[in-house]
Structure formats: structure tokens, C-alpha cells
């Protein structure tokens, strides 16, 4: 019998792997909005936006940020099934991290299973509310369910904050405002 203790140790280690608290880019992450919608050219909102990438992937740890990239890499290569169980896991470790959700909703959104990348992306968005990039995959992924006005409206929403977007040019103006 005095061996089993230490065998119970071995297989449920007495600290629990916890991930740490997401880093609060939130002042931030407000300035570079606001920069956002001040800038006057493409190229100066496209440095902008890769500052709030860097911001939204700054992963709370080690573990967090290696299950991103490797989520992010599978994707890349066409290996959704793997990106999924990477982000999968990353999800399981740090449940508060929005960009988790949201990279997983693109994977599910390149998979063609928009279901599951609405219910990511509504993840991401109860979390950080103006990331940008999950508006406008939202808008993507209510259009790939064929609900266009609810898309409509989730992209201006998304434009308000980034006005610079690539994916303006497919707001669709209302039915009585055309040029």
C-alpha cells in the first residue's frame, strides 16, 4: 500500500497546468482603433492593423503561444483537422484568450462549417468585443449561412472600427441610398 501514493502523485501532478491571465492590451488596442479611423492611406492602416495582430496573437504563455502557432501553421498547410485539435487544445488551456476562438473559427470558416465558426466567433467577440478581424469574419460567415442582413449589419460594425478593410467593398448599401 505505501507505494500507491507515490504512483497517485506521478499520474495527477499536485499543480495544475492553469494558464495565466490574458495580458490587457485593452488601452492599446482603443488607441490603434481610434488611429484607425484618423488614418489618411492604406499603407498607414495596414500598419496599424498588423500591430493589433501582434497584440490579439500575444498568447498569455509559452504553452498558449506554441498551440497558436501550431494551430495556425496546420492551417496554413491545409491541415485543418490538425489546426482544429491544436486550437482545440489551446481553447481547453486558456478558455478566456479570444484569439483561440477566433483562429479556430477561420479554420471551421475554410472548412466551409460556418456553424461552428459563428459559435467561435461570438466566443471571440463576448470577449474582446472590437476585434476587428472576428467582426469581419462574423460578416464572412453570416454571409456564408446565406444571412446577408445580419451580415450586413456585423460588417459596418466591423467598418466603424477599421474603415480600411478589404472587406468593404462587399457592403452592400441599402435599398434607397445607391449612388
Not at 13 to 20: K, R, S
Not at 78 to 107: H, K, M, V, W
Amino acid at each position: 500500500m505505501k507505494w500507491i501514493a507515490p504512483l497517485c502523485l506521478l499520474a495527477f501532478p499536485t499543480v495544475a497546468e492553469t494558464c495565466p491571465p490574458v495580458a490587457d492590451h485593452s488601452a492599446r488596442l482603443s488607441q490603434i482603433v481610434a488611429s484607425l479611423g484618423a488614418a489618411k492611406r492604406q499603407e498607414e492602416a495596414n500598419i496599424l492593423s498588423q500591430e493589433l495582430w501582434a497584440l490579439w496573437t500575444d498568447a498569455p504563455d509559452e504553452r498558449a503561444q506554441a498551440l497558436l502557432n501550431e494551430g495556425m501553421a496546420r492551417r496554413s498547410n491545409y491541415d485543418f483537422l490538425g489546426s482544429r485539435t491544436a486550437l482545440d487544445r489551446l481553447i481547453d488551456y486558456c478558455p478566456e484568450y479570444a484569439e483561440g476562438y477566433n483562429q479556430r473559427a477561420f479554420t471551421s470558416y475554410l472548412g466551409q462549417d460556418f456553424e461552428a465558426a459563428l459559435i467561435d466567433l461570438d466566443r471571440a467577440l463576448d470577449i474582446l468585443p472590437t476585434h476587428v478581424a472576428a467582426l469581419s469574419g462574423k460578416a464572412l460567415t453570416l454571409m456564408g449561412l446565406g444571412r446577408n442582413a445580419e451580415a450586413q449589419e456585423v460588417l459596418r460594425a466591423a467598418l466603424a472600427l477599421n474603415p480600411w478593410l478589404q472587406e468593404r467593398a462587399l457592403l452592400v448599401e441599402p435599398i434607397g441610398t445607391e449612388l
